[in-house]
């Protein structure tokens, strides 16, 4: 049927009701919901890195000078003692880490906000970072430094142990260097997010135990994406730490929207009225 606007009644608006009021109760557009759209995990890795490609690399320079300053302040200190020992070598990874960590740490906290929609990073989020989370890095480090360094001094004395113990022992030790591996995925990016000791190291047991293959497929392929970086050199400067921690950042919240969806499913589940 053809409407005959001529024809029509026109609207009168009453005199105690003005242009906005008629404009809430008959808007000009209807209020929608915003669609969520979920990228996959390499999608949003790549993507994330390309479009903030310049202040990424800017950061893994950043990161680049300061491991070279405490390098090059450990074989000061490390240079007077006698190479026959382990001394010099002591020195200067504990002054490497000394002055690598606060910039493992800003690194991180770059990443999440590069990760988080509602950050609009800068490079003032690196310096913030460091500055930040400078004590709660060394205390990270000097754990990981610590636990790893009594696995391999284990693996060492029971790899030359003959036998079926020596053997098994060995099996062991790499099981748990794995298991090191994997709770170390998680540590930085949860030390950012300001959890607790006993919440941070609980956390990234979960995670690593939550998806264990995942997990191994992640540190697989940042181990082969690193060799190749150090392979070419220059790639060291441009993303070789900046790959680490976007790829564990972008980890951490993939499984956390997989465990809420879960835990939603869960709760929607035991609301619903049994048949």
């Not at 090059?72 to 504990?94: H, M, N, Q, R």
């Not at 998680?186 to 990234?204: E, G, I, M, Q």
């Amino acid at each position: 049927m053809i409407r005959d606007a001529g024809r029509e009644p026109a609207y009168q608006r009453p005199a105690d009701v003005s242009i906005w009021d008629d404009l809430r109760r008959f808007p000009l557009l209807e209020p929608t919901t915003a669609i969520t759209i979920q990228r996959g995990y390499f999608r949003t890795l790549f993507s994330t890195f390309y479009d903030r490609m310049g202040s990424f690399i800017l950061v893994n320079l950043a990161v680049c000078a300061q491991l070279v300053v405490g390098v090059g302040l450990g074989l000061l200190l490390g240079g007077s003692f006698s190479i026959k020992t382990a001394l010099p070598i002591v020195i200067i990874a504990t002054v490497t880490g000394i002055v690598g960590a606060p910039a493992i740490a800003g690194l991180f906290a770059y990443a999440r906000a590069t990760c988080d929609v509602d950050l609009a990073p800068t490079f003032g989020d690196y310096v913030r970072g460091m500055r930040r989370y400078a004590r709660r890095s060394w205390g990270l480090l000097a754990i990981q430094a610590a636990t790893g360094g009594i696995l391999v001094l284990n693996l060492r004395f029971y790899g030359g142990v003959h036998g079926v113990m020596g053997a098994s022992i060995s099996v062991l030790i790499l099981f748990l260097a794995l298991l090191w591996a994997m709770i170390g995925v998680y540590a930085w990016p949860l030390l950012v997010r300001d959890l607790s000791w006993k919440l941070l190291f609980r956390n990234t047991f979960f995670l690593a135990m939550a998806a264990p293959l995942s997990t191994i497929g992640l540190l697989a392929g940042l181990t082969v994406a690193s060799a190749l970086l150090v392979l070419t050199r220059v790639g060291v400067f441009i993303a070789l730490f900046v790959i680490w921690a976007l790829a564990e950042n972008l980890a951490v919240q993939r499984l956390v929207r997989i465990f809420q969806a879960k835990q939603e499913q869960l709760t929607a589940s035991a609301d619903q009225p049994p048949a």
